[in-house]
């Protein structure tokens, strides 16, 4: 019996503006979470988790069923045997679960219920493009593999009719030059059902001069594009002749193109981010304008206001972090720079997104450089240069002025070697990729640099 008891885990839940933990027991008649204080006395009533399966799948799958705003719950597995103690101290640690010790303890213990049903998503539906009907070749002549795309998190939306999440390294080879440069990448239907490759470049600047198939661009467009991305109002192109066809309009943050959606396969939701919204917040949506909305949930389980608008590029709606209350006069400096969804083939969270608006100081891991290695750093943003510091410490934390922007110690060697095409005296003959970490030569590339100096000496 003791032995089932150590491989049997307890769930403890955490309500919002609630500082105690309890223990779940289940639901009751009407889908309800059932709690009971976390003693021992009541561990019979316990909801008991087999470490060797997985009951949680039933378990969320009904509680995201039953609760509209799942992120106001916290939950934490732990030990049946020690669930009395291990609650009295989690709930000591909640009281300040920002501290490093704290934090790395409620994160081994924390199940986040959104990131489980977001598993569960990804498992069972399928791609809608067929990876047999996609022309690979023409991705190995830009030098990009699938195992690169893949990697990277970059394949996944593709085969769903959707651009790179991030920037690609790519290289168009030429009898005479071989041109590198970064684009987000696509497959487009032809008119025999096969999958090519789209390749949209990064632009300096956005093309709003040049008539957008045949539509003017207004000033107040223009201004609408520069500062927010979204044009703010419905356009109507013509991609054939003679027939307009409304679409929303934006730019593509990464690569500063002009990205349209029709109006017609946007669809408004009721509710965004557990907050419902009425008729005339629907309308101004519809129309392309922007609305604020206060008091949405993130992820995380934390509150945040936000403007939200129409987004072609994302085909759906997009948040703007403003934060113009507290910034002031400084707002319209910060907003020439645009936070990105992603950087460097890594994704990043709505929090780390909200943070770079705020002009706080995130730490970014697995980014790659442009020999597909990853790397790790420091990230803010430089609003006199308009764009995105990477730094080797923290910025916020530097002792030393004028800190030259460099990715973290452990991958500067890696990034100046792979991205910049820099060498010092140990990598100047090294030909390869380095790896995350690495500073010096292996010893296979010291070996093939001696034979390299050999052959030249000869």
């Known amino acids: 019996m003791e032995q089932k008891n150590n491989d049997q885990e307890v769930l403890l839940v955490k309500e919002k503006n609630e500082a105690k933990l309890k223990a779940v027991s289940g639901f009751d008649a009407k889908g309800q979470l059932k709690t009971e204080a976390p003693k021992q006395v009541n561990a019979g009533g316990f ?3 087999d470490r060797h399966s997985n009951p949680l799948e039933n378990f969320f799958t009904n509680f995201n069923r039953q609760y509209k705003n799942p992120t106001d719950f916290q939950f934490y597995k732990v030990p049946a045997n020690l669930v009395e103690k291990t609650a009295t101290v989690l709930e000591k640690m909640l009281k300040k679960p920002d501290t ?20 569960q998503t990804q498992e069972k539906r399928p791609n809608l493009i067929d990876e047999n009907k996609v022309d690979w070749s023409q991705l190995e ?32 080879k030429t009898d005479h030059l071989n041109i590198r440069t970064d684009a987000r990448l696509a497959f487009r239907q032809d008119e025999k059902g096969d999958f090519k490759l789209a390749v949209h470049a990064v632009r300096n600047n956005p093309e709003l001069d040049r008539p957008y198939f045949g539509v003017t661009l207004t000033d107040e467009d223009k201004q609408n594009l520069m500062k927010t991305g979204n044009a703010g ?51 101004v949506l519809a129309e392309g304008r922007s609305i ?9 389980g934390k509150e945040f206001n936000a403007h939200l608008q129409i987004d072609a590029d994302k085909r759906g709606i997009g948040f703007r972090f403003d934060n113009q209350q507290q910034q002031g006069q400084t707002q319209n400096e910060q907003k020439q720079v645009r ?37 790790n750093a420091y990230i803010k943003v430089n609003d006199e240069k308009g764009k995105l510091d990477f730094y080797k410490w923290n910025p916020d934390k530097a002792q030393t002025k004028g800190a030259e922007v460099i990715p973290d110690n452990k991958s500067k060697t890696q990034v100046a070697v792979n991205s910049e095409g820099k060498t010092n005296e140990a990598t ?31």
Not at 100 to 108: D, I, R, T, V
């Open 47 to 49: 909801l008991k988790i």
């Open 100 to 119: 490093s010790s704290n934090k790395e303890m409620l994160e081994k213990h924390e199940v986040k219920p959104g990131d489980f049903s977001k598993e």
């Open 141 to 172: 002549m830009l030098g990009v593999s699938k195992d690169f795309l893949k990697n990277t998190k970059n394949l996944e939306p593709m085969l769903n009719y959707q651009k790179s999440p991030g920037l690609i390294p790519i290289t168009i």
């Open 233 to 283: 109002r419905i356009l109507h192109p013509q991609y054939k002749e003679g027939e307009s066809t409304p679409v929303f309009l934006s730019i593509d943050k990464l690569t500063n193109e002009l990205v349209a959606a029709r109006a017609d396969k946007i669809k408004i939701p009721d509710e965004i981010k557990g907050v419902k919204l009425d008729e005339n917040q629907k309308k």
């Open 292 to 300: 604020y909305v206060e008091g949405m949930t993130a992820r995380s």
């Open 339 to 375: 936070i990105p969804n992603s950087l460097l083939g890594k994704e990043l969270t709505e929090d780390q997104q909200q943070k770079l608006e705020k002009r706080e100081t995130i730490y970014v891991a697995g980014m790659k450089d442009k020999k597909g290695e990853e790397f």
């Open 428 to 458: 100047k003959d090294v030909k390869e990729p380095l790896k995350k970490d690495q500073v010096n030569p292996s010893e296979r590339q010291q070996t093939t640099k001696r034979n390299r100096a050999k052959s030249h000496s000869m």
